[in-house]
């Protein structure tokens, strides 16, 4: 039933943005974590291929510390694993910068460097990756995100 597996992994990411918008990080997490565990068996077809991006940053921003080991083998080994690819900016940026966020508060201060460097190298790319819209894909980057991002790039 490959159809019918794609629509609920798709329904389920949707219930987690829904719930992000409004702020509900634990049903977001907990939809997020629902759409991100049918990958390993099914692959990403069907959802926006970053159910796992999305569960980082809600984790993240919700401050549970005690997972971020967890999402950074989440991001790292089994994104691969899970056949994750990344082709637009935006999305790009938005691994490094969880990736950078989440490194640095594991005092991976090398690796946090690093991705710090690639997400911001992204959001600095205002080139249109598609000609009929020149304006998708173009990484907005808020000041509060280009103050984290540079303040770990600095970090001694």
Avoid: C, W
Avoid at 8 to 28: P, R, T, W
Avoid at 35 to 51: A, D, H, V
């Amino acid at each position: 039933y490959p159809n019918e597996v794609s629509h609920v992994m798709s329904a389920y990411e949707q219930l987690g943005d829904y719930y992000f918008s409004k702020g509900e990080n634990e049903k977001a997490e907990s939809n997020y974590r629902r759409s991100i565990s049918f990958y390993k068996n099914n692959g990403r077809s069907g959802t926006s291929g970053i159910g796992d991006i999305k569960l980082a940053e809600t984790v993240f921003n919700a401050g549970k510390s005690n997972y971020y080991q967890e999402l950074y083998y989440l991001l790292t080994e089994k994104f691969k694993q899970t056949g994750g690819q990344l082709m637009l900016n935006d999305e790009i940026f938005r691994y490094y910068s969880v990736l950078a966020k989440i490194s640095s508060a594991l005092e991976k201060k090398e690796e946090a460097k690093e991705y710090s460097r690639k997400a911001l190298s992204f959001a600095e790319n205002k080139d249109p990756q598609l000609d009929n819209y020149p304006q998708f894909n173009i990484v907005n980057l808020s000041d509060e995100e280009l103050n984290k991002l540079t303040d770990i790039l600095n970090k001694s």
